[in-house]
């Protein structure tokens, strides 16, 4: 039933980007942020991490949970930090992410030309 759950979950997701391309024609930065910025509000209201329990990857996979992990990093090292936790936190949770897309597309660059 998990991947029932998480099928729909992401596919839903996928499909609320895809109406707003199709129907507003947003591009795909406007798109992306305002997932990022989506995921950060659930993750506010505390609905981002009940949708995690019922999806498991269904909700961790797109692009919304990197807003809910800032976030959620971010108040957790506010709790134990104060204000200048705010800063730290946010990078504890997506570190390995960001670093992992940073080497990725260094590796992707000297691999294949750029026809531009």
Known sequence: MIYFNAFIVCGTICLIGQLLIDRFKLTPLHITSSFVVAGAVLDMFDIYDKLIEYAGAGAMLPITSFG?????GALEEAENSGILGI???????TASGITSAIIFS????LV????G
């Open 106 to 109: 260094f590796i992707i660059a």
């Open 87 to 93: 800063g730290m936190g946010m990078f504890d949770l």
């Open 112 to 115: 294949f030309k750029a026809k």
């Open 68 to 72: 809910h992990s800032l976030l959620h």
